[in-house]
């Protein structure tokens, strides 16, 4: 394995071995941890796939992971695939699709909580910007669940590029901003291939690509506190589309 | 004052400040933070309000909030007034009202998000258990965004008896439980006063409590990652009830 990273907590790593998406070097399980049902499924996935796994000193994870998430497991892995806009787009081609990016939300535990919506959402995909906002790292893995493997990641130097993209195959772009006139569940999310574009917590969305979205929409509020965090935000949207899905 | 407690960070310093509901001690702002919009606007409504504010080195905020979220400002304020549930109910009476029941959610992020979305979507009251799950705490403050000056917060030593209280008034009660066959979609909540329980995020809501309630309903997925964020699942049931309100 030429680059390695490592995912922690008991889900995460099911889930990782679970997806068969990640190749693994090894399993550090801690040795004070008590006999528990996930554990026990972690050293069965573990010997299926085999996958080395090593009993070590609290302490030694501890020194991986100093904040104290890591619930007796970290697994030492490839870190997530990227894919390429072109890729992706190839690969839903005549299929109605949909993919959300995130134009600078800097909160890892935000990226991972949306990431987590998605995959239950059915999303396809993840665009995030290379160099503005966070990439998928340890933090995003543990706060995903473990959805980081159940979705396509891509990476991109230009969101814009990416958009255009999008929209030269026929894909709709939808911006959530609090600006918007039209109400978010008053479009319709079941025919078409979509875009969802969510902006960082308080800057919104870049106008360079709010300039490129076919829909702007806003989530409106019963009371004057205008101040939804984005990944309830986006969970609030991706789900009025399952709802539509589910009732049409 | 007798307590006080510590809030952080400048949108739940200036949220506090306006909302009029808590009692000041004093304001520390850093000596070193720069120029900003938001440290001025917290100098004129201390001002306006008669709130002594100080200036200290960094060092000292540091000392009073380790993890280092104080964005520079930091409040010494009486703590979150907790309500009774009979006074919440005298409130309300007569009116079409919500609230939502916290049943030992434990990570105070996902406490701070719900309220957040609660204000937003205008639920009238929080519940939280005395004994299990957070109750707030200066973490809940910051995640809400300063939104627990805008609620009613009622703490209670049994979910049992507020839920059986609320009931013998006529409010109805919906749990949020992934086994349900219902929809969460399929309920009318545009005219009852409901309360809606959300359980933690791994073992869910407790029998007695389900037992109690008049509607369950699930959030259906569109794949078979059935792990939504509770902070998630709240805000897409809370704001299904606002879109029924605003399409009536």
Redesign the interface.
């Known amino acids: 394995m030429e680059e390695q990273t490592i995912i922690f907590g008991k889900n995460s790593v099911i889930e990782a071995l679970e997806s068969g998406t990640r190749e693994f070097n090894k399993i550090l399980i801690s040795s004070n941890s008590r006999a528990d049902v996930k554990i026990e499924q972690i050293k069965n996935l573990a010997q299926k796939r085999g996958v080395v796994f090593q009993f070590v000193a609290k302490e030694k994870l501890n020194s991986i992971e100093p904040e104290g998430r890591h619930q007796g497991v970290i697994a030492l892995i490839s870190p997530v695939k990227y894919i390429e806009i072109d890729d992706f787009i190839e690969k839903h081609r005549g299929k109605l699709a949909s993919v959300v990016i995130l134009d600078g939300v800097e909160d890892s ?1 935000n990226v991972g ?1 949306i990431i ?2 998605c ?4 999303v396809d995909g993840i665009i995030l910007p290379s160099r503005r906002g966070v990439l998928i790292n340890s933090t995003v893995e543990k ?1 995903s ?1 473990g ?1 980081t493997n ?1 979705i396509d990641i891509i990476k991109t130097n230009s969101l814009v590029n990416a958009i255009q993209r999008l929209k030269e195959e026929n894909w709709w772009v939808i911006a959530s901003d609090h600006h918007a006139e039209q ?1 978010y ?1 008053e479009i319709d999310y079941t025919d078409m291939s979509f875009a969802l574009i969510m902006g960082a917590e308080h800057a919104g969305i870049s106008k360079s690509l709010l300039k490129l979205s076919d829909f702007k929409v806003k ?5 004057n ?5 984005v ?3 986006s ?2 949207i991706l ?2 589309s ?2 539509q ?3 049409k």
């Open positions: 535990h909580a987590r919506s995959v239950c959402a059915g706060t669940a959805a159940h109400n569940y989530i409106p509020m019963l009371t506190f205008n101040s939804l965090n990944s309830n935000a969970a609030i789900f009025e399952v709802r899905k589910m009732t």
